[in-house]
């Protein structure tokens, strides 16, 4: 085992042992580890710590292994004179650096706009929007450019994709970093790229004996790069750490599974995996309630997905939002397996993906916690006998 891993472990395993942790002492224990994307040193630290808790609940736990690829980006940057402008590789670029002239297309990167301009053997520079990331590459690239950046609409990073390869080093900026970059001045870009496999893990705990879970409380302990992830997706993980906790010696705990999934930031890989391992699990379900951003109260409680589910969790916790269920997290691949869904969240808040995601309500993850039992209680107690 390594170093950092054997450390991580015992360090959870001495806070785990006197079972006295709460939301307050996950939230800042884990939040300290820095961002954990999938496959990092700082997911495993974050994974061994709530495995421990539930191991000193009295839960068996089991790490759930999978594979996927993924393009990384490892530092990319446009230098200009002596300032260099962070950016982030548009996933499905080439790497490469490229010195040439700035040129800026006006618009959004159309080929008209191509045409205004000549690109050919320059690093082309366009603004989000309109039209896709793919669009905006292949335009670039038939125009001649050596290089693209995008430049946001927001002074906030972007992480995009272009949805297949292009043999292109395209790099996406601020707008503030998009601002300082001078027409028909030189330019270094630097698009320093990966792609290789990942390794990603869901933990998964029940009580000694379950196999055939009624209810499933889940999800996701990655953040994507930079973030330390606390809103998204810290508060939900804690919030599934806090029910098995209250649940541990209580009927629903004989009935519950609880999964942190891996790999949700990169496209739902943990759920998607454990759906396709575990399907005679699955569709014995009669209930699977996900957890993502709820520390941050952006908007009141919301809850979406099947509506008798949504319907018991306003009558039974009084939680009066509701939005239509858009798939964007780990609920998703359960729904689209038949199985009845509820998604608990409190809206994206200004630190969405970004390095100030650092701060969670811990009061606010009680109170869905307290939210989602009433609910969990009603709605096993409403199911039919068979299902």
Partial sequence: MQ???????MGALMLASSA????????????????RVAGSEANEKARAYFEAQFQALGYTTRRDVFTYPRFDDLGSDVRQGTQTLTGRALEGSTGGGVTARAVRVPGVGTPENFRAVN?????????????????????????GAAGLIVVNTEAKELQGRLGERVELPALAVTST???ALRNGQPVTLNVRVRDGEVRGVNVVAFKSGVTRPEILFGGH?????????????????????????????????????????????DGLRGSRAFVKENPALVQGLKAMFNFDMVGVNVTPLNVS??????????????????????????????????IPTLFF????????????DTLVDPQLVRATVDAALKTADAALAAVPAGR
């Fill in 3 to 9: 170093t950092w891993k054997l450390g991580a472990l």
């Fill in 20 to 35: 006295l942790a709460n939301i307050e002492d996950d939230l800042t224990t884990v939040v300290k580890f820095g961002p």
């Fill in 119 to 143: 690109v050919r053997g320059q690093v082309a520079v366009v603004q989000r929007g309109q039209i896709p990331f793919l669009e905006k590459a292949r335009n670039a690239l038939a125009a």
């Fill in 177 to 179: 970093a998009g601002a």
């Fill in 221 to 265: 302990m990655d953040s994507v790069f930079r973030s330390p992830g606390a809103n998204d997706n810290l508060s939900g993980t804690a919030a599934v750490v806090e029910i098995a906790r209250r649940t541990v010696n209580t009927p629903m705990g004989q009935r519950s599974y609880f999964v942190l999934f891996d790999g949700e930031e």
């Fill in 305 to 338: 997905g099947e509506s008798r589910l949504v319907d018991i969790a306003r009558q039974a916790a009084q939680i009066a939002g509701s939005s239509p269920d858009r798939g964007g997290s780990d609920q998703a691949p359960f729904a689209q397996m038949g």
């Fill in 345 to 356: 969240h409190r809206g994206l808040d200004a630190n969405y993906h970004q390095p100030s």
